[in-house]
């Protein structure tokens, strides 16, 4: 396995290479991670890999200071997987302090993690714009437990003509439903009992929602359940698969999204289901 710091030196490599499958990470490496590049591998194929704890993204300054860094162990599991290449820049390698230029959109209005984290999209696209611009992957592989970033970064390859296919990987789950993520080692073992309740709410909307009238009055009642177990709760909501916006009347496939903290760790997840 290869580690390469410099833009230089990585596209150096990559000139040599024939089919390049990017997973792009900020590290703390688990399952989930692995399940993304496992999805990767195939013939002929170089799978890279890049961790970058990505400031632009954090809108609460304290989330990135305390964001989990655990590098050796993450490299650990990336050699034990056969990963041909890690790209671990600087951020004065990725010149994120470019001050000229800012993204901004004109129709960001899901109001789903948009809504709560100002700012964070803009930082999500900045960066992987950047890196898709460096690796020029054919594939890049996203995670659907981040259903909003692997909504929006399709959107955005397909608006800048990027020749790049996004694979859309199944979020892994512990063996109480909790969706995988870094955050997940900042949950406190007070909280332990109550974790699976997200998941347990989404099932049930999954379970009970029949038809597009029957959303308001679901996604209240998972609202009040959660509150009254002690999440502090930011959305609970039933979207389209297609537009990520209240389904329209005929619209079939929708998704269950839920944004919700347990003290300070503020956790996401979601489920896809047909009517
Ligand atoms: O999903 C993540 O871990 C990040 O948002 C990503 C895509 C690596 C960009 O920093």
């Known amino acids: ?50 961790i970058f704890v990505n400031r632009l993204q954090f809108n609460n300054k304290k989330d990135f200071i305390f964001y ?10 990336l050699k034990n997987e056969f990963v041909d290449a890690v790209f671990i820049p600087t951020e004065q390698e990725m010149n994120i302090n470019h001050s000229e230029f800012k993204l901004s959109f004109f129709n960001l209005d899901y109001k789903l993690c948009d809504a709560f984290r100002p700012g964070h999209f803009e930082g999500v696209i900045a960066i992987v714009m950047k890196f898709c611009n460096i690796i020029q992957p054919h594939y890049l592989f996203l995670g659907k437990k981040d259903y909003q970033q692997l909504f929006i970064l399709k959107n955005l390859m397909q608006a800048f003509c ?18 995988m993520s870094s955050r997940n080692s900042l949950i406190q073992k007070s909280y332990i009992s109550k974790i699976s309740g997200l998941y347990s709410e989404l099932k049930q909307i999954k379970k009970i929602c029949k038809s597009l009238n029957d959303i308001k009055k679901i996604e209240h009642k998972a609202l009040q359940n959660l509150t009254k177990d002690g999440w502090i709760v930011d959305y609970v909501s039933v979207r389209s698969q297609k537009t990520l916006l209240s389904p329209k009347n005929n619209e079939k496939k929708l998704v269950a999204l839920i944004a919700a903290r347990l003290g300070n760790v503020r956790l996401i997840d979601n489920i896809e289901f047909c009517i």
Request: charged share 25%; aromatic share 6%; glycine share 4%.
């Open 68 to 77: 989990p860094k655990t590098l050796k162990q993450d490299l650990e599991y």
């Open 162 to 179: 990027y020749p790049i296919k996004i694979i859309a990987v199944p979020t892994k789950r512990e063996k109480n439903g909790l969706a």
């Open 1 to 50: 396995m290869k580690i390469f710091k410099s833009i230089s030196s990585i596209q150096k490599y990559l000139n040599t290479q024939n089919q390049i499958a990017f997973v792009p990470t900020m590290g703390n490496l688990h399952e989930g991670h692995l399940s993304l590049i496992r999805k990767a591998k195939k013939p002929k194929t170089s799978i890279v890999v890049s």
